[in-house]
C-alpha cells in the first residue's frame, strides 16, 4: 500500500509538473525554423535570472493547465536568458530593456506583439490571443492611435506596453492621455514618473504643468527628488557619446552645478563614471573607482552595499578587492538580512576559497529563501558543490 501511495504521489505530482507551457529546448535558429514550418508564432519568455518577477512567473503562472493548454497548443514557446549567449544578441534586436518581457515573433523573426512584467492567469491567457489577433497587435494598436483615437483606456494600455521600449512614441501617447485626465489617479503618476526620461519629453512639461495636483498625492520632498534624478539623467544622458565611449566631465559638472553643490556633483561623476566603466565591461576602472567610492561605506543602504559586492563577484579577481567585497556584504547583512545578501557573501567566500564559511552563508539563504517563497535553486547548487 505504501508503495502504491508513493507511486500516485508521483504520478500526480508529474502530471502537475507537465501540464503548463512546455518550452522548446535549442538555439533560436531551430525554434524560428519549427515556427516557420508548423505556421505558428513563437512565444518568448525574455527573463534575466535575477528578476524577481520572472520567478514568479515560472513558479505561479507557466505551471497552470489553462495556462499551458492555450501555448502549448498555438505557439512554439522558449525561454531566453537575455544576459548570457545568444540572448545578449537577441536583447539588442527586439529592444528588451526591462524583465521579464513577453515577445510575440514570427517566423520569419518579426516581432509582432510584446507586454511585459508580472501577468495574472487570465490576463496572460488574453495576451495571447491578442497576439494571434492582427488588428490587436502592438503594430495594430500604433496604427489606431495615429489614426486620432482619443479613448483614455485604449492610451493608457497602449503607453504600458511601449514605455519601455519605444520611450518617444509612449511619451505621444502620454500627452494625449493627460490632456483628456481631469483628475491624476495613483497609476497615473506611476506610468507619468516611468515615462519621463528627460528634461526635454513631454511627460516632464507634464508633470511641471500640474505639480500642484502630484504634490496631492506625494510629498514634496520626492516630487523634488523625481525633478532632481531626471535632470541628472538628462545631463548623463547628454554627457556621454556611446561612440567614443568617453564621459565629458566639464560638461557634466557644469550642468549639474546649476541645481547641487560642487562637492555633490563630484561625488555623482565619480559613480556615474564607475557605472559607465562596468556596462563598458571595463572592470579594472569600475573596481578602483568602486574601492574609493566605498571607502566608508557606512551610510549606504542594504540594497546598494549588495549591489556593488555582487558585482565585485562577478567581475573582480583580487583577493585584497574582493576581501573588501565581503565587508561591503556583511554591512548588507546586518543592516537587513535577507536571502539575496546572503547568497552574495556565500558567493563571495567561495571565490576566496573560504569554503566553511560559504557553505554557512549558502544554508542561510536557502533557509531565508524558503521562509520568504524565493527561487534558491542557484544557491542549493552552490551548495551541492561545496
Known amino acids: 500500500m505504501k508503495k502504491t501511495a508513493l507511486l500516485l504521489s508521483f504520478l500526480i505530482s508529474f502530471l502537475a509538473l507537465s501540464q503548463g507551457i512546455k518550452f522548446e529546448e535549442g538555439n533560436f535558429n531551430s525554434i524560428l525554423a519549427k515556427a516557420k514550418k508548423e505556421n505558428k508564432l513563437i512565444f518568448i519568455d525574455a527573463y534575466a535570472v535575477w528578476c524577481g518577477p520572472c520567478k514568479l512567473m515560472v513558479k505561479n503562472i507557466f505551471p497552470l493547465k489553462t495556462v499551458g493548454d492555450y501555448y502549448n497548443a498555438h505557439f512554439i514557446n522558449a525561454k531566453i536568458d537575455m544576459e548570457k549567449g545568444e540572448g545578449i544578441d537577441l536583447a539588442k534586436k527586439y529592444n528588451v530593456k526591462a524583465f521579464p518581457t513577453y515577445l510575440f515573433i514570427n517566423g520569419d523573426g518579426e516581432e509582432v506583439h510584446r507586454t511585459l512584467g508580472y501577468v495574472e492567469e487570465n490576463d496572460f491567457i488574453q495576451f495571447a490571443k491578442d497576439a494571434e489577433d492582427p ?25 504600458m506596453l511601449t514605455v519601455y521600449t519605444d520611450t518617444d512614441f509612449a511619451n505621444k501617447v502620454l500627452a494625449r492621455y493627460f490632456q483628456s485626465k ?7 503618476l506611476q506610468l507619468l514618473f516611468t515615462a519621463m526620461k528627460s528634461t526635454e519629453s513631454p511627460t516632464y ?57 560642487k562637492e555633490e556633483a563630484e561625488k555623482l561623476f565619480k559613480r556615474v563614471k564607475a557605472n559607465r566603466a562596468l556596462k563598458d565591461k571595463d572592470f579594472a576602472t569600475y573596481e578602483k573607482l568602486s574601492l574609493d567610492i566605498y571607502k566608508d561605506y557606512s551610510s ?12 565585485f563577484f562577478e567581475n573582480v579577481n583580487n583577493k585584497s578587492s574582493l576581501e573588501k567585497a565581503v565587508l561591503w556584504a556583511q554591512e548588507s547583512v546586518k ?11 556565500a558567493n563571495l567566500y567561495n571565490k576566496l576559497g573560504d569554503k566553511k564559511n560559504a557553505k554557512l ?3 542561510k539563504s536557502v533557509e531565508l529563501a524558503k521562509s520568504t517563497g524565493q527561487d534558491s535553486s542557484d544557491t542549493e547548487k552552490l551548495l551541492k558543490s561545496l
Not at 483628475?183 to 497615473?188: F, I, S, T
Not at 549606504?300 to 558585482?311: G, R
Request: charged share 35%; hydrophobic share 30%.
Open 135 to 159: 488588428s490587436k497587435r502592438l503594430n495594430a494598436l500604433k496604427e489606431k492611435f495615429e489614426t486620432g483615437e482619443k479613448d483614455p483606456e485604449f492610451l493608457k494600455n497602449l503607453a
Open 182 to 188: 481631469t483628475k491624476l489617479e495613483q497609476d497615473d
Open 205 to 261: 512639461k507634464i508633470f511641471q504643468d500640474r505639480k500642484d495636483e502630484i504634490l496631492k498625492q506625494i510629498p514634496e520632498k520626492n516630487y523634488d527628488a523625481i525633478d532632481k534624478n531626471i535632470k541628472i539623467n538628462t545631463v548623463i544622458s547628454k554627457a556621454y557619446n556611446p561612440d567614443t565611449k568617453i564621459l565629458n566631465e566639464q560638461y557634466f559638472l557644469t550642468e549639474t552645478q546649476k541645481f547641487m553643490s
Open 300 to 311: 549606504a543602504s542594504s540594497e546598494e552595499l549588495n549591489s556593488i559586492a555582487w558585482n
Open 335 to 345: 543592516k537587513n538580512e535577507n536571502y539575496a545578501n546572503t547568497d552574495t557573501l
Open 361 to 363: 552563508w549558502a544554508e
